[in-house]
């Protein structure tokens, strides 16, 4: 289904359901776009899965095999630069990541240059990969700034069981998008993936890159703390004992391990578009890394009709992966 321009008259009034990072991402960009915006959240902006995101922002590597998301990741890091610059509130700590045990694609350092750069890590490995412009945010954070910055109405603690009226619903309320799509005779393909986000109290500087190493992925965040994403029923304890081993010091200390519930597309990809007359929904992992690249297009499609060939191949009208 081809988005539909709806420039009439008066200012195009969208209703976006769910303040996750994809929800007020869009919310700002179709403000920015001129478009009025009422903005439904069930809870508070930022309480759900975003705020259990390890929210690890890079773009797409040298060597990586591409797919039909590859033109939307290539403008991740660019959209980013472009939030920091112009969003009050946005921050990205561009300390890079390091990252071994898998495919060795992007710039291969030595171990001279993984000590340098990780001067507490125990057992250096011989070669990794430096992604010297990757970075992290704090995604609760990015996602109240964003929503401050687009000038909607906001309803807090505003359940949603039908459609609102409007020129244009997205639906962009993770997990919970299928649902709201169900009454429409639509099955959209997302499943319910749940991850851990722990996080510990830990010396300041014990980590100062993004660490993707086997069995453990850590960084530590500005206020000192690690995080560390685990799947669900992974032992506290020996997660922290890893830390331990990896980064030397005994002073680790867990404070929390939350479940987020993902919303994971089948077969991977984006699902981004329209889906019925009105009805438009934004489904994506990792949503936080994509955010910025995806809401400047979706706003462009529903204030202006234009077609994003980025997306094209995202549509949720796609033919499922067998």
């Known amino acids: 289904m081809a988005a539909t321009d709806l420039r009439h008259s008066g200012r195009v009034e969208v209703t976006v359901v769910g303040a996750g990072i ?30 259990q995101s390890f929210a690890w922002i ?35 700590r561009w300390h890079g990541a390091l990252t071994w045990g898998g495919p060795l694609r992007g710039e291969v350092i030595g171990a001279a240059r993984v000590r340098a750069l990780e001067p507490r890590l125990r057992d250096v490995p011989g070669r990794a990969v430096h992604l010297a412009d990757h970075g992290s945010v704090d995604p609760v954070a990015v996602t109240r700034a964003l929503l401050r910055a687009s000038g909607a109405r906001v309803h807090e603690r505003t ?3 039908s459609l609102p009226a409007a020129d244009m619903v997205v639906l962009a309320a993770g997990v919970d998008t299928a649902r709201l799509c169900a009454p429409l005779g639509i099955d959209l393909p997302v499943r319910p993936s749940p991850a851990v986000l722990m996080r510990f109290a ?22 000192g703390t690690l995080l560390v ?13 890893r830390l331990v081993a990896a980064f030397g ?32 929904v934004a489904v994506m992992h990792s949503a936080i890394t994509l ?32």
């Open 159 to 161: 359940a949603v069981s």
């Open 249 to 280: 010091t005994e002073d680790v200390r867990l404070l929390s391990a939350r479940v987020g519930v993902r919303p994971m597309p089948v077969d991977g990809l984006p699902l981004i578009g329209p889906v019925a007359p009105g009805v438009y």
């Open 202 to 223: 830990a010396p300041p500087g014990l980590v100062r890159t993004l660490v993707d190493s086997p069995g453990l992925e850590v960084r530590q965040a500005a206020d």
């Open 229 to 241: 994403p685990t799947a669900v029923g992974a032992d506290a304890e020996q997660v922290r004992r």
């Open 22 to 51: 994809v929800g007020c991402a869009v919310a700002y960009e179709l403000g920015r776009a001129g478009a009025a915006v009422t903005v439904l959240e069930r809870s508070s902006p930022g309480s759900g899965v975003t705020a």
């Open 291 to 322: 955010a910025p690249a995806a809401a400047g297009l979706i706003a462009a499609e529903i204030v202006h009709g234009a077609q994003a060939p980025e997306l094209a191949a995202l549509r949720p009208g796609r033919a499922p992966v067998v």
């Open 58 to 92: 890079g773009g797409p590597r040298e060597g990586d095999p591409p797919d039909a998301s590859t033109p939307l990741r290539r403008q991740v890091l660019p959209g980013w630069r472009r939030w920091e610059r112009d969003v009050p509130g946005v921050r990205v």
